[in-house]
């Protein structure tokens, strides 16, 4: 009897922790189910897949107080490398104008690991703010399972959360993708941010302020893995 009881609680409590798993990645979704837990294979992470001479071209739309871009080119390029950091060229034409930079980013969230020259900090600044502005919700792996929490934002008293809200076929400059779209909503506008599995960085995005004005859009025009 006790070893049967010992059995049943055991059961039991694996139950609840496959329950609380399940909720925590998200499957509030259709289709989902307790016996279709989610996987390493559906984790992403920022930066995974960057190889020596990984290339990600852009688009990128910012609107800023004091700078801003409108449909500027971002090149950005991953060479030569250590066991923590990447050396990344940063390449940007916005109209007549033409930057570039080396910035050595971690392997660990892409975090920036050294000064960037005067000329270039304004765009390195806007580029943060953007393309690697990612970095801000993905701290760490995060499921790209429909209905996943990413992460919350607070507004005043209130906590919006972030979460994977939709899957859709897109079509970009640099091919077609089945992506995931990263949600929440402030104001009348949604934010979006579509992500795959095979691209190391968003491959398009949408971000708007609480007054519905576009902070920020950008979409990948070519690539190189």
Known sequence: M????TGIFSLVGIAVSVIIIARG???SAPGASITNPPTDADLWRIGQKINYGTELN????T????????DAHISIKFSKYTSDYWKTNFHVINGTSTKDAT???????????????????QYFKLIENSIL???DIAREPKYLVLGA???TILVGVSSVPIKVIDKENIKTGAGNF??????YKIGSKTSKIWLTPEVPLPVKAEVYNSEGEILYKYGLVGMKL
């Open 2 to 5: 006790v070893f049967l009881m």
């Open 25 to 27: 990645g998200g499957f």
């Open 58 to 61: 852009y688009t990128l739309t």
């Open 63 to 70: 609107s800023d107080s004091i700078n801003s871009l409108v």
């Open 103 to 121: 910035v050595f980013l971690s392997k660990q969230q892409l975090i920036q690991k050294n000064s960037v020259k005067d000329e270039f900090k």
């Open 133 to 135: 502005s990612i970095r």
């Open 149 to 151: 929490p990413w992460d």
């Open 178 to 183: 089945e992506a995931f779209v990263i949600g």
